[in-house]
């Protein structure tokens, strides 16, 4: 028996890679795992065959084996979101590795922006680049904890799709010096007593200290996740 739910989450994926990589070979790769899988038919190894073949037909066969096993798939946003929690799943059973999987899902962001987790595997990956120049752009990730920061993203993730936050939340941050969570304000401060020339901090609004965890990582998720006693 085939199993439907197996055959719509590969096609997903084929559908999101395919968006945001314009490689129409996915569609052969899906065929391919069909196969491995004992899924067998006439459409699917034409498809096979079509490695060298336009995008066009790639496709077409694509369709026809969907259509002879009654799938269907809307093409809309939610297909981002389904194929980014595949992704994450996939990382947290140990079935990909967690830096191919942030790479993979910072490409989400320029599909639909709506989604604040996707510009954040954007900072991470720019950050996991950064690490090799000496860098740490992401608060809390280093070069020893990579791997580890990026499953407990991805944990993070498939928690917070489940919860209504607010809008602005990945904006806001927690000040370590009064303990208050909001969005943090721009200052401007004298470098030094000799010079005239100033520099921008972000601070606290209440005690304007500067010592602050962004929501938009980890530790700042965790805190909000402990907020409401998660």
């Known amino acids: 028996m085939i199993d439907i739910a ?4 590969l096609a997903i994926a084929s559908i999101v890679e395919e968006k945001t990589t314009s490689n129409s070979n996915v569609f052969v790769d899906f065929a391919e ?41 809307e093409n809309t ?8 929690k595949d992704i994450a799943m996939h990382v947290l059973r140990n079935e990909l590795d967690p830096k191919l999987a942030i790479r993979k899902m910072d490409k989400l962001y320029l599909k639909i922006d709506s989604k604040p987790f996707f510009y954040d595997a954007i900072s991470i990956s720019d950050g996991i680049d950064l690490l090799d120049e000496g860098y740490e752009l992401v608060q809390g990730m280093t070069k020893n904890n990579v791997a580890q920061y990026v499953r407990h993203f991805f944990e993070l993730f498939l928690i917070f799709e489940d919860l209504n936050i607010p809008n602005d939340l990945l904006k806001q941050a927690y000040c370590k010096k009064c303990k208050a969570r909001n969005i943090p304000i ?5 470098s030094s007593l000799f010079t005239s020339k100033n520099i921008s901090k972000n601070t606290c609004p209440n005690c304007k200290s500067d010592d602050l965890v962004y929501i938009r990582y980890n530790e700042g998720k965790d805190l ?4 409401l006693g998660l």
Do not use: C, P, T, W
Request: glycine share 2%.
């Open 224 to 227: 909000y996740l402990h907020e």
């Open 77 to 84: 946003d939610e297909i981002y979101v389904i194929y980014a």
């Open 186 to 190: 721009i200052r401007k401060y004298r």
């Open 6 to 9: 197996f055959v719509k989450s």
């Open 33 to 73: 795992q069909l196969l491995i899988n004992g899924i067998k038919s006439d459409n699917v190894e034409i498809l096979v065959s079509l490695m060298d073949s336009s995008y066009f037909d790639k496709k077409l066969y694509f369709e026809k084996i969907l259509n002879d096993l009654k799938i269907e798939i």
